[in-house]
């Protein structure tokens, strides 16, 4: 009986230590904030709504057809191997999409999420996160689920 006391706490221990999924936006925008911050393209790409994902996935499936003279020119400036390209997922982009805007100068999310919060505007399925600054970013319910809506 010990051992199964002990089974059954270790099981709702390993259940509770797992990262749930955003059920407000704030929970949303703040997820978002720490897995950007800290270069976590995955958890980034977890946070995306259906219709991002789908979104970057046509501008993947787009780079990967090019001929391999476009595809070596687009490396050559954006400083990446051509098979990275080939190869490339949707976390890989938004890493790619973040060393442009770094180069840059002018990573407008970056700039967003170190914003506070100054109002969350709710409609139906639709979320507007407005920030201190005037910025503002959508994040969408996809099920219980607040996601991020990528532009």
């Not at 230590?17 to 936006?25: E, V």
């Not at 976590?40 to 789908?54: D, G, R, Y």
């Not at 938004?94 to 805007?101: F, M, N, P, R, T």
């Amino acid at each position: 009986m010990r051992i199964l006391t002990y089974i059954v706490i270790l099981i709702i221990g390993f259940v509770s230590c797992q990262p749930s999924k955003p059920l407000t936006p704030q929970e949303a925008f703040n997820a978002l904030k720490d897995a950007y911050t800290h270069n976590n393209m995955q958890n980034v790409a977890a946070l995306l709504s259906s219709n991002s994902k789908k979104k970057i996935a046509t501008v993947i499936h787009n780079l990967q057809t090019m001929n391999r003279a476009q595809i070596t020119a687009f490396a050559q400036y954006y400083n990446v191997s051509p098979d990275s390209i080939k190869n490339m997922n949707i976390p890989e982009y938004l890493l790619l999409q973040k060393k442009i805007a770094a180069t840059r100068g002018d990573d407008v999310l970056l700039t967003a999420l170190n914003q506070p919060i100054a109002q969350v505007t709710i409609a139906q399925s639709k979320a507007t996160v407005q920030l201190y600054n005037g910025m503002s970013l959508l994040f969408v319910k996809e099920g219980p689920y607040w996601f991020f809506e990528y532009e």
